[in-house]
DNA sequence: CCGATACCCGAGTAAATCACTCAGGTTTTA
DNA sequence: TAAAACCTGAGTGATTTACTCGGGTATCGG
């Protein structure tokens, strides 16, 4: 019972999103060096995150993503399975779904079910209120801020 | 988030233990032919299962294995992670238990804690009573007896 | 005491999946 | 027109999964 890591990013970089949600679209760069995740690997996940229409995005130089609705209209369970992360706990098999189900069959489906009601119930919004995040993310713009005279004396 | 066969056929392999306790013990050809899993993986399941003191065995003819404790003892959170089902939803590296955490590290640390409380809350027991299971379960138990005829007359 | 039954154990392996990378595009702004 | 940024398909090394194999060793019934 694990996450991919595609599942953990994506969720990582809406986050991201939001927090910065203020300055209006944020580029993959910049969410690829506050938050240590390959570019290339991020454009290839935006790409499944537009897809299910949790973001839009604006092209050519200054553009970026940005959220496609609310952070309250985004749930945990959204953004896990645009990011291919399935929430099933049954085996996905030829079997599974026929009408010889293994004992424990109905068990999975149920839990998964539940699992899958949980992660929904949590907004995008819940977890960017959260005490450490909000901390952890002032963080990560006082270091990017720091940075900005670094750029300017060049 | 998937559950690997490793967990799923040790939920199910129990759930048969658990069901036939008053035979006694149950040999793993029986579990294997009942439940459709292969006995050499059966066996290995098993090694894993008797080392975290779900199960004990009688070695020899006439042998098997047995519940170590009573159903109501055994949660399916204990037989998942007997099953190497480690219940994480943080990413594993060296980097995620150390002192830079990435935005999300508390959130799936929490999440995984919520997860692990809801599965140890439902009991071998609990599994075993359900409807489906037991109808599932006499089906099973009923071929198994019409197969004695064809036995006998060989 | 012999052979069948069944548990015990370490190691190996084909297939699948993961976690990326690469090499190019196209669109927009300054 | 150059740079910034999004867009796309394809490829790949490493890891994990889902088993199998070939041997043991203990116990029982006859
Ligand atoms: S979980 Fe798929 S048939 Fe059992
Ligand atoms: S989940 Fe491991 S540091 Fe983020």
Redesign the interface.
Same mark, same amino acid.
């Given at each position: 019972?694990?996450?991919t /890591?595609k599942?953990?990013y994506a969720? /990582?970089a809406m986050?991201?999103l939001a927090l910065h949600a203020k300055i209006g679209c944020v580029s993959l760069v910049d969410v690829s060096e506050r938050?240590?995740i390959s570019l290339a690997y991020l454009e290839q996940l935006f790409r499944s995150l537009k897809k299910s229409g949790l973001v839009n995005s604006i092209r050519g130089a200054k553009g970026g993503y940005m959220l496609a609705k609310g952070d309250k209209e985004i749930s945990l369970a959204d953004i896990?399975v645009a990011a291919d992360?399935?929430?099933?706990?049954a085996?996905?098999g030829s079997a599974c779904s026929e009408n010889t189900?293994?004992? /424990?069959h109905?068990?999975?489906t149920n839990l998964s079910n539940?699992?899958y009601e949980?992660l929904d119930s949590k907004s995008l919004n819940d977890?960017v209120k959260?005490r450490?995040?909000q901390t952890?993310?002032t963080m990560?713009d006082v270091t990017q801020i720091g940075n900005i005279p670094v750029q300017i004396s060049k």
């Open positions: 019972m694990k996450l /890591t599942g953990r969720v /990582t986050m991201d938050q240590n896990l992360e399935q929430i099933n706990l085996c996905g189900p293994c004992l /424990t109905g068990l999975w539940q699992f949980f977890l959260s450490d995040v952890m993310a990560q």
